[in-house]
C-alpha cells in the first residue's frame, strides 16, 4: 500500500491550495480515504474524509465552507482543495486509508486511530 501526498506550499491567508494524494497497492473503492493535519505542538487531527464507494464526505468545523475534498477514482487520487486559507491552517498535512466498514458514520473516520495506511506528510504554511 501507497499513498503519495503532494501540493503542498506556502500560501498567502484567503488563498488556496490543492493537495493530492495518489493511492496504490489496494482496491481503491473500498476503502475511507481522509486528510489530517498536525501543527507543531498539538495532536493530529482529521480534517476531511471521503468513503469512496458512495461518495459520503465529513469537514471538521473549522474548515467546512472553505475545504473540499474530492475523489478522481480512475485515477485513484483523492483531492483536498483548500481555499481562503488562514495562518491556522498550517500545518503537516497526511493523508491516510482504512477499509470502509458496514454501518460505521463517516464521522468515525476522523480519528487517527482508525488509520493503518498513511502517507509521508506534505508542508502548507499560510502567512498572514
Known amino acids: 500500500v501507497q499513498l503519495q501526498a503532494s501540493g503542498g506550499g506556502l500560501a498567502q491567508a484567503g488563498g488556496s491550495l490543492r493537495l493530492s494524494c495518489a493511492a496504490s497497492?489496494?482496491?481503491?473503492?473500498?476503502?475511507?480515504l481522509t486528510w489530517f493535519r498536525q501543527a507543531p505542538g498539538k495532536e493530529r487531527e482529521g480534517v476531511s474524509c471521503?468513503?469512496?464507494?458512495?461518495?459520503?464526505?465529513y469537514y471538521t468545523d473549522s474548515v467546512k465552507g472553505r475545504f473540499t475534498i474530492s475523489s478522481d477514482n480512475a485515477k485513484n487520487t483523492v483531492y483536498l482543495q483548500m481555499n481562503s486559507l488562514k495562518p491556522e491552517d498550517t500545518a503537516v498535512y497526511y493523508c491516510?486509508?482504512?477499509?470502509?466498514?458496514?454501518?460505521?458514520?463517516?464521522?468515525?473516520?476522523?480519528?487517527?486511530?482508525?488509520?493503518?495506511?498513511w502517507g509521508q506528510g506534505t508542508q502548507v504554511t499560510v502567512s498572514s
Open positions: 491516510a486509508a482504512v477499509l470502509a466498514g458496514f454501518g460505521i458514520a463517516t464521522k468515525t473516520y476522523m480519528s487517527p486511530f482508525m488509520y493503518n495506511y
Open positions: 497497492g489496494f482496491t481503491f473503492d473500498d476503502y475511507v
Open positions: 471521503i468513503k469512496i464507494s458512495d461518495g459520503a464526505t
